[in-house]
């Protein structure tokens, strides 16, 4: 008999806040790479185990959240606060929904840091890396 299981990370983690991140913000969300002139880009980073349970386990889950803007103009601080903005309505966000779906689909949604910088090679190109995660219940029939 072959071994039923869900996809947690990618069905209930991954694709939700992908979902979250489109309803809020009119940009881009990927899982390959960065899309000009500004993009998501999420990748699923750890599943780690927290607890066995009676009926299932509880697991951490772990998704980088990237976000990329490419200049049309020039590096300044008002290029600063946009990337910021961004991220700062991101993290409103996630508070916003720690609980998702009655904690069904993941609860205790977190941003634990979110790390700026400009690239060395191309000054055009600003980013933002936070670091997201969750857990979630699995019932296990």
Same mark, same amino acid.
């Given at each position: 008999?072959?071994?039923?299981?869900?996809?947690?990370?990618?069905?209930?983690?991954?694709?939700?806040?992908?979902?979250?991140?489109?309803?809020?913000?009119?940009?881009?969300?990927?899982?390959?790479?960065?899309?000009?002139? @500004?993009?998501? &880009?999420?990748?699923?980073? =750890?599943?780690?185990?927290?607890?066995?349970? +009676?009926?299932? $386990?509880? *697991?951490?889950?772990?998704?980088?959240?990237?976000? @990329?803007?490419? &200049?049309?103009?020039?590096? =300044?601080?008002?290029?600063?606060?946009?990337? +910021?903005?961004? $991220?700062? *309505?991101?993290?409103?966000?996630?508070?916003?929904?720690?609980?998702?779906?009655?904690?069904?689909?993941?609860?205790?949604?977190?941003?634990?840091?979110?790390?700026?910088?400009?690239?060395?090679?191309?000054?055009?190109?600003?980013?933002?890396?936070?670091?997201?995660?969750?857990?979630?219940?699995?019932?296990?029939?």
């Amino acid at each position: 008999m072959p071994t039923t299981f869900t996809n947690i990370i990618f069905d209930e983690v991954v694709e939700n806040l992908a979902k979250l991140i489109n309803d809020e913000f009119n940009i881009s969300v990927h899982y390959d790479e960065h899309k000009p002139p @500004q993009s998501f &880009l999420l990748t699923a980073l =750890n599943d780690d185990f927290v607890t066995n349970l +009676s009926t299932g $386990m509880q *697991r951490e889950y772990t998704v980088e959240v990237g976000y @990329q803007l490419k &200049l049309g103009g020039q590096y =300044n601080k008002n290029s600063i606060k946009q990337v +910021s903005n961004v $991220m700062e *309505r991101f993290k409103r966000l996630i508070f916003n929904n720690k609980i998702l779906s009655s904690g069904s689909q993941w609860f205790d949604a977190q941003v634990t840091n979110i790390t700026y910088e400009r690239d060395e090679d191309d000054g055009s190109l600003l980013s933002a890396t936070a670091t997201f995660t969750c857990q979630n219940t699995e019932v296990i029939t």
